[in-house]
């Protein structure tokens, strides 16, 4: 016996949506950088009112490197 599917699909989308604006897109755009892998951190809310912006937050760990491969160095 088999099942009765119904056809109709229920249009779940809400009426302020234009379905003209949403044609044109490119299944699999940044899959690319995707499996290149990403390297994203978040920054708690207290160290983040330090750091502006992406700049200044790399170039507080390039010095803290630099400073622990100095470390290192004297160390050994």
Do not use: C, W
Request: proline residues 4%; charged residues 30%; positive net charge.
């Amino acid at each position: 016996m088999k099942k009765h599917v119904d056809k109709q699909t229920q249009d779940e989308l809400r009426p302020e949506y234009d379905l003209a604006l949403l044609k044109g897109g490119v299944r699999g755009k940044y899959a690319e950088r995707f499996k290149a892998g990403t390297n994203l951190v978040l920054l708690s809310p207290d160290v983040a009112e330090y750091f502006p912006d992406e700049r200044s937050v790399n170039a507080a760990l390039r010095s803290l490197v630099s400073i622990a491969k100095a470390k290192l160095h004297r160390a050994a």
